[in-house]
């Protein structure tokens, strides 16, 4: 069966899951695009031969479309997946499942409403649990290759941040990712937090850079740096130190160049050429877990809810000079 997608959000997470899924993705085609700039979402849906429209909800509504991929603008995810919800398709949100821990957990609480004990409906866009180094680094903790876990050091720099970045968007749009990938690789789940920083950058104009201490209910603990304005290249690195080894992700470079009196790799500009494999396959996992029905290794609803409550308890730290912040689902 050939699984008809529909995405909303047609910027450039959007038009890229766009030709993702109509080049790569078997079992699956374009159906349907929405955004709010007509002119950007006919360009998007043209180019894989979808229709377009500037209404999200009538991609939900239409019944040629079977599963919605939701890459729109963080602050409308939930009102978005819960629509999905509500017409009983599936659904893959990019993260965050929702701007803030309650709205999480009103998700969680529908989607609940709707499947009680069955499979879940939404699924979260973490696609570093399908990128083969992440992929490879578990499998081996899980084997016991390194003993024990005992250290993880987890990096994310970028070249430049985005507009309207500020202190609390870099833990919430892209401390987040390590928010599940450390958890997901220790197969335990994060329990305080700390959050520290040097002087920020001068080229950023808010904290950047930040660091942040997790501690995982195994006892590891896990250094968290993100700087989003590191200038360089897009870099991303992850070590996990155990009690009889190490395991360090290998920079996916194709080529090494020898020019200039130089010897080297180069960076991308930002996340899409590291993570493009990782997207290939979190997608086709997706589409082959609609049409079997069958379990994948995808970030639940309730996955997205443990990333909204860690990153909850680091603003909590940040906002109270450091200290160390349980992290807990409770709104109160």
Not at 178 to 198: C, K, N, Q, Y
């Amino acid at each position: 069966m050939t699984q008809r997608i529909g995405i909303i959000g047609a910027g450039i997470m959007g038009a890229d899951h766009a030709r993702t899924v109509h080049r790569f993705v078997s079992g699956a085609t374009v159906e349907l695009l929405a955004d709010l700039d007509a002119d950007r979402v006919t360009a998007a849906a043209d180019a894989v031969g979808a229709r377009a429209t500037v209404d999200p909800l009538a991609v939900i509504a239409d019944p040629a479309v079977d599963a919605v991929l939701i890459a729109s603008h963080d602050s409308t995810h939930a009102a978005l997946v819960r629509a999905c919800l509500d017409a009983g398709k599936p659904v893959l949100c990019e993260k965050p499942l929702a701007p803030t821990l309650g709205e999480c957990l009103d998700v969680v609480a529908a989607e609940k409403a709707v499947v009680g004990d069955g499979p879940g409906l939404v699924t979260l866009g973490f696609m570093r649990r399908f990128d083969p180094g992440y992929v490879q680094m578990r499998r081996d903790i899980v084997d016991g290759a390194i003993g024990r876990p005992l250290i993880v050091h987890s990096v994310g720099r970028g070249v430049t941040s985005g507009p309207g970045a500020d202190d609390e968007l870099l833990i919430t749009g892209s401390a987040v990712h390590d928010f599940d990938i450390v958890p997901w690789l220790l197969g335990s789940p994060v329990v305080e937090v700390s959050w520290h920083a040097p002087a920020p950058s001068s080229l950023a104009g808010f904290q950047d850079p930040q660091m942040m201490l997790l501690r995982t209910q195994d006892g590891a603990l896990s250094t968290v740096e993100n700087f989003l304005n590191a200038r360089y290249g897009y870099d991303i690195r992850c070590e996990v130190v155990g009690e009889t080894g190490s395991l360090t992700l290998a920079e996916p470079a194709r080529v090494v160049r020898d020019r200039e009196l130089s010897h080297g790799i180069g960076y991308a500009r930002d996340w899409r050429p590291r993570f493009a494999d990782a997207y290939r396959l979190e997608l086709q996992a997706w589409v082959d877990g609609l049409d079997t029905g069958t379990p994948t290794t995808l970030a639940t609803a309730a996955d997205g809810l443990q990333a909204s409550a860690v990153a909850t308890a680091v603003i909590t730290s940040m906002r109270e000079g450091g200290r160390t912040v349980r992290v807990t689902t409770d709104v109160r």
